[in-house]
């Protein structure tokens, strides 16, 4: 059974940073790219960033480039998201997503770890 | 960036209708257009991808259809499971952007 666990979130003041994890099982991480989407409760989802299978592209929405880093390590099966200067709009349900079965769309998703940044 | 519009925000309609939601790009992404389905406090769960291309285990009185810039998800004859919020995506270029949702309701 394929499943993204993420952990990593909770409250922190404005400025500060968090590092998001997601723990992945039930198929071959290293084959995917992979993803993290975040969303206002009770508003849209956003896409944040994605990671190629080996880790060497990247990109970003341009709301977060150059405050968040998105990397993974296929030995562990994790994705992580590390998220500096943080800010109130950062606030936020972040899930993590990955494109397992075919390229293009994200078929598996986590049931998401949530973000505050509030003083 | 590309952007994705939907219609509408929000729809009402009973059980064995059909309804149709639109998602509208703000410029051609050929056929990288997939729909999502969230209901909540749930995380969102794929239900077609590449326009028209339903996701195993998703039920046939769903369908998609469109390219380049306009495209449509359609639900058959609705149950009451597919009450929830749907969301279109691009994934032709980075970002990967999403429409803003349709939420279904129950009349």
């Known amino acids: 059974e394929v499943q993204l666990v993420e952990s990593g979130g909770g409250l922190v003041q404005p400025g500060g940073s968090l590092r998001l994890s997601c723990a992945a099982s039930g198929f071959t991480f290293s084959s995917s790219w992979m993803h993290w989407v975040r969303q206002v409760p009770g508003k849209g989802l956003v896409w944040v960033s994605r990671?190629?299978?080996?880790?060497?592209?990247?990109n970003y929405a341009d709301s977060v480039k150059g405050r968040f880093t998105i990397s993974r390590d296929n030995a562990k099966n994790t994705l992580y998201l590390q998220m500096n200067s943080l800010r109130g709009d950062d606030t936020a349900l972040y899930f993590c997503?990955?494109?397992?079965?075919?390229?293009?769309?994200?078929?598996?998703w986590g049931q998401g770890t949530l973000v505050t940044a509030s003083s | 960036d590309i952007q994705l519009t939907q219609s509408p925000s929000s729809l009402s309609a009973s059980v064995g209708d059909r309804v149709t939601i639109t998602c509208r790009a703000s410029q051609s992404i050929g056929t990288y257009l997939n729909w999502y389905q969230q209901r909540p406090g749930k995380a969102p769960n794929l239900q077609i991808y590449?326009?028209?291309h339903l996701q195993t285990g998703v039920p046939s009185r769903f369908s998609g259809s469109g390219s380049a810039t306009d495209f449509t998800l359609t639900i058959s004859s609705l149950q009451p499971e597919d009450f929830a919020t749907y969301y279109c995506q691009q994934s032709y270029r980075p970002p990967y952007s999403f429409g803003q949702g349709t939420k279904l309701e129950i009349k």
């Open positions: 590449a326009v028209s």
């Open positions: 990671i190629s299978r080996g880790g060497d592209i990247t």
């Open positions: 997503a990955g494109e397992v079965g075919a390229p293009g769309h994200f078929d598996y």
